[in-house]
């Protein structure tokens, strides 16, 4: 009996699986999650961003595109407005739409960043 099929079947078999394998590096957002009242209340905050379920973007009740946000909350910031932000989603809002929300907002020097609850 020969075992050069048994040996083709196990080559094959480690080519499949090397090729489906995954070996993206997969990054971690830090959230520090704050307690019921210890969080800053919506009055304080300088920014609020909707989400809306169409994709849309609000800064503040006014429409905006992704990728205008970071240079506007750059110019309020020159302005003098303290950077907070309160992000209101929907719960249709895809995780991926809101990671580039969360991206644009720090890539404008950002750091202190509340995600509220969602809109109905």
């Not at 394998?21 to 009242?37: D, H, I, K």
């Not at 909350?73 to 929907?90: F, H, M």
């Amino acid at each position: 009996m020969s075992m050069t099929p048994l040996i083709d079947v196990v080559f094959i078999l480690l080519l499949f699986f090397m090729l489906v394998s995954n070996f993206q590096q997969w990054r971690a957002m830090p959230l520090q999650l704050s307690g019921q009242n210890n969080g800053p209340t919506e009055r304080e905050q300088s920014f609020s961003v909707v989400i809306r379920q169409d994709g849309g973007l609000e800064l503040n009740n006014i429409p905006i595109a992704l990728e205008t946000l970071t240079a506007t909350l750059k110019r309020q910031i020159a302005d003098g407005i303290d950077p907070n932000v309160l992000i209101a989603a929907s719960e249709s809002t895809g995780l991926q739409t809101l990671v580039h929300v969360i991206d644009s907002i720090s890539a404008a020097g950002i750091d202190q960043i509340t995600l509220g609850g969602t809109l109905p």
